[in-house]
């Protein structure tokens, strides 16, 4: 008979956000800095465009996840883990 830990318990909505606040706004800054001089001519919303398509990635694909992991490792809980792919 094998007892199954219990889930960790995602984060409050609130440290979520936090969490995606601090994934999205250096990796915003950075990228601006980065793209800002070379895209200023361009309509505003292809540079929108442009810095979406590097900033959602990034910051769901590795800083929210990492940042997650951090935080559970900080408050003592397991990671959550990713969900299943289907």
């Known amino acids: 008979m094998s007892v199954t830990p219990p889930p960790a318990s995602a984060p409050s ?3 979520r956000a936090l969490i995606t606040w601090l994934a999205v706004y250096p ?3 950075v990228t601006l800095g980065v793209l800002g001089p070379p895209t200023a001519t361009l309509p505003l919303p292809v540079r929108t465009l442009i810095l ?3 900033v ?4 769901t694909y590795a800083l929210i996840p ?3 992991r951090t935080n559970a490792r900080l408050s003592g809980a397991a990671a959550p883990s990713p ?3 289907r």
């Open 13 to 15: 909505t609130h440290r």
């Open 52 to 54: 979406t398509l590097i």
């Open 27 to 29: 990796t915003i800054t």
């Open 56 to 59: 959602v990635p990034v910051a």
């Open 66 to 68: 990492a940042l997650l």
């Open 83 to 85: 969900a299943p792919r």
